[in-house]
C-alpha cells in the first residue's frame, strides 16, 4: 500500500520561511517524480513545483519561482519543499504526489498516481 505523509506546515508572518516534507512508502522511491501541489481556500489545486526520479531537473510555478526550492534525498526517501519569503498569498493546503514519470506535462495532477493527505501553511500579514 503506497502512503504519501507530509510534514513541516504552520503558521509563519509573512517573509518567514518553512520546510516542507514527504516520505512516500509503499513504492521504490527513485522511480518516481515527485511534485508538490497546493490547493487555497475557495481554489482549484495549483501545481507548485515538481522534481525529476534523480533530482537534476526541477520546474517551478512562476508564482513561487526564485522563493521555493524542491529536492530530494533518494538515500532518505524523502522530498521537501524549502519555502523563503513567504506571503499570504502562499496560504494553502501543501500536498505532495508521485508520478512514474516526469515528462513536459509534469504540472498536470493526471501526471500524478500517489497523493499525500495535505499539509496546511499559513502566512500571516
Known amino acids: 500500500q503506497v502512503q504519501l505523509v507530509e510534514s513541516g506546515g504552520g503558521l509563519v508572518q509573512t517573509g518567514g520561511s518553512l520546510k516542507l516534507s514527504c516520505a512516500p512508502s509503499?513504492?521504490?522511491?527513485?522511480?518516481?517524480?515527485m511534485g508538490w501541489f497546493r490547493q487555497a481556500p475557495g481554489k482549484e489545486r495549483e501545481f507548485v513545483s515538481a522534481?525529476?526520479?534523480?533530482?537534476?531537473?526541477?520546474n517551478y510555478a512562476d508564482s513561487v519561482k526564485g522563493r521555493f526550492t524542491i529536492s530530494r534525498d533518494n538515500a532518505k526517501n524523502t522530498v521537501y519543499l524549502q519555502m523563503n519569503s513567504l506571503k499570504p498569498e502562499d496560504t494553502a493546503v501543501y500536498y505532495c504526489?508521485?508520478?512514474?514519470?516526469?515528462?513536459?506535462?509534469?504540472?498536470?495532477?493526471?501526471?500524478?498516481?500517489?497523493w499525500g493527505q495535505g499539509t496546511q501553511v499559513t502566512v500571516s500579514s
Open positions: 509503499g513504492l521504490i522511491f527513485g522511480n518516481y517524480a
Open positions: 504526489a508521485a508520478g512514474e514519470y516526469y515528462s513536459s506535462r509534469y504540472y498536470r495532477q493526471e501526471e500524478y498516481a500517489y
Open positions: 522534481i525529476s526520479y534523480s533530482g537534476r531537473s526541477t
